[in-house]
């Protein structure tokens, strides 16, 4: 099953700051997502990430705000852009390692925005 | 994608087994019933998934109903550790391009 590497695991962060957080997969995937959490809440999509083109947004959710890189097939950031405290949330990363096979997550970002 | 139905919490005593409820009324033909867990501090950790058939693997065994408007994730021996908020999530099978949209899940409280 592939690995999954989120950095930071934490931070606290002033509002009007931004902040990247980066997703590391021990293996080439096609595909990468990232998810909010909203603290007693469940997860939320925000974006999908496909190497080499723009990423697909959800509802709700604009680049200004979260953009995102895709680098190559083992990586990816999303900033979190003028941060308030209503973007204090777990960010968790998720690939999909191809056909027929789980999608794994990391363990998310915890953020807290004062 | 169909939507997803799971009691907000349950609770199950250690040893026992742990029955987790799931409706999906809506579920197309060609689409999956996957199960999710999320323990405290981590990312959901993929348990299970199923078409039709029932399915058992290390972690649990997954029962749907002959009409697959439902199914039910059953753990067969809980421990402490099951502790954890479990996800039910209808979706064509594991692609490259799959989403998961998850719902609200059902909080399982495994009790001494």
């Known amino acids: 099953s592939a690995v999954i590497s989120q950095k930071p695991s934490r931070d606290i962060c002033q509002r009007g700051t931004s902040l990247t957080i980066q997703c590391q997969v021990d293996s080439q995937v096609t595909m990468m997502f990232w998810y909010r959490q909203q603290p007693g809440q469940s997860l939320t999509l925000i974006a999908t990430a496909n190497q080499g083109s723009e990423a697909t947004y959800e509802s709700g959710f604009v680049i200004d705000k979260f953009p995102i890189s895709r680098p190559n097939l083992t990586f990816s950031t999303l900033t979190v852009s003028n941060m308030s405290p209503e973007d204090s949330s777990i960010y968790l990363c998720s690939v999909s390692p191809g056909q027929g096979k789980p999608q794994h997550f990391g363990d998310g970002t915890r953020l807290s925005i004062l | 994608d169909a939507k997803t139905t799971q009691p907000t919490s349950m609770d199950c005593a250690e040893g026992r087994a742990a029955n987790l409820p799931c409706n999906h009324s809506?579920?197309?033909?060609?689409?999956?019933v996957y199960w999710y867990r999320q323990i405290h501090s981590q990312g959901p950790q993929y348990i299970i998934h199923g078409l039709k058939n029932n399915e058992t693997n290390e972690m649990a065994s997954l029962i749907i109903t002959e009409d697959r408007k439902s199914s039910t994730l059953i753990l067969p021996h809980a421990t402490l550790r099951d502790t954890a908020v479990y996800y039910c999530i209808v979706r064509v099978e594991f692609d490259n391009f799959n989403k998961f949209y998850f719902g609200s899940g059902t909080k399982l409280n495994v009790k001494p």
């Open positions: 809506t579920i197309s033909g060609n689409e999956y």
